[in-house]
């Protein structure tokens, strides 16, 4: 069954992606996040769910959920970057009067086209910041932004594209708090993620410039159990090395999650405390803070964006299922 259908949550409208495999709920009025991801033939839920009754919560910090897009991700030190001499301010929100996770939160998107094929189906929406005066107020640079998300079989890709409506060139980053669910038994869960060093970060989570050895870490080249993990780690990966994570249970079953290695070249890996619930796997386009390190775009990932340039950002969530 590939086809779209309509459903609703809190009182806003879902559109709902379905294969035989999967089917993948869009909230496009709040955000544009997949609030939900539930496996078919596993009969389980793949992300955390915001429940309707977490609807005042899911306002406030909808990131705690689903897919949700990070614009920039990861925090900015007091919100405050100067680029080619202009100076941003965005909103502290966080300990120390930081800035995290940027501008995109609830805002309301468009459904501009719906496919249904042969193959699987798709759904593109649209938002342009130019709508959101909150939005303006702290970065004051029209985008369009339009997310496609296409489901076949098992696969679900994201492909965003970013056009630069402005008059001068910016800095773009992008990521994603994706929350995947650990079932409350880590100790059957393995993840792989190949990095070569972690960045050192302050108390206050801000990277400082440094690369460190992955010490303990190094397992996740070859796979690392999450039993006993307490992570909020910032990765960077080596230019050898593909931007892929494989998470995987101990009976075969898992996902494997990729991204644009030209693009994406820092992941966040966090466990919400210690690993009992939830694994984030977040892939960031920029390292966080990246307009405030004195470093070039090759080691902080920032994307510069001309007037009238586009710039297309695509993952991937493959479902991996054992032989039986």
Not at 75 to 96: C, E, L, M, S
Not at 103 to 122: F, N
Not at 126 to 138: G, I, K, S, V
Request: aromatic content about 10%; glycine content about 8%.
């Amino acid at each position: 069954m590939k086809q779209v259908t309509k459903g609703q949550w809190g009182g806003y409208d879902t559109y709902i992606l379905h294969s035989r495999e999967l089917e993948v709920t869009l909230l496009p009025r709040l955000g544009n996040n997949v609030i939900s991801l539930y496996d078919l033939k596993e009969e389980r839920q793949i992300l955390r769910r915001p429940d309707e009754s977490d609807q005042a919560f899911y306002m406030q910090k909808p990131y705690h959920f689903g897919i949700p897009l990070l614009i920039p991700p990861g925090r900015i030190r007091k919100g405050q970057f100067n680029y080619d001499g202009v100076n941003y301010q965005f909103d502290p929100n966080t300990t120390g009067d930081n800035h995290i996770h940027g501008l995109h939160r609830t805002q309301s998107w468009c459904v501009s086209d719906i496919e249904e094929d042969e193959e699987g189906c798709a759904v593109t929406t649209e938002f342009n910041t130019a709508d959101d005066p909150r939005w303006m107020e702290q970065f004051p640079v029209p985008l369009k932004l339009e997310m496609t998300f296409r489901l076949q079989d098992a696969r679900l890709r994201q492909i965003l594209k970013v056009t630069h409506l402005g008059e001068h060139r910016i800095p773009f980053g992008i990521g994603y708090h994706t929350w995947f669910m650990l079932d409350g038994e880590p100790q059957r869960w393995n993840l792989t993620l190949p990095v070569e060093s972690m960045y050192e970060l302050s108390e206050e989570l801000l990277p400082s410039g440094k690369l460190l050895p992955l010490g303990p870490l190094a397992p996740l080249n070859r796979g690392m159990h999450l039993q006993g993990t307490n992570l909020d780690t910032a990765l960077r990966i080596g230019p050898q090395q593909p931007a892929e994570a494989l998470l995987q249970r101990d009976d075969g079953y898992g996902f494997r999650y990729t991204a644009d290695k030209e693009h994406f070249r820092h992941w966040v890996v966090y466990t919400k405390g210690p690993a009992e619930q939830f694994l984030c796997l977040e892939p960031y386009t920029w390292l966080p803070n990246a307009p405030n390190i004195p470093a070039d775009s090759n080691f902080t990932g920032l994307i510069a964006l001309d007037p009238g340039q586009t710039v297309e950002l695509s993952t991937a969530l493959e479902m991996i299922y054992p032989d039986r």
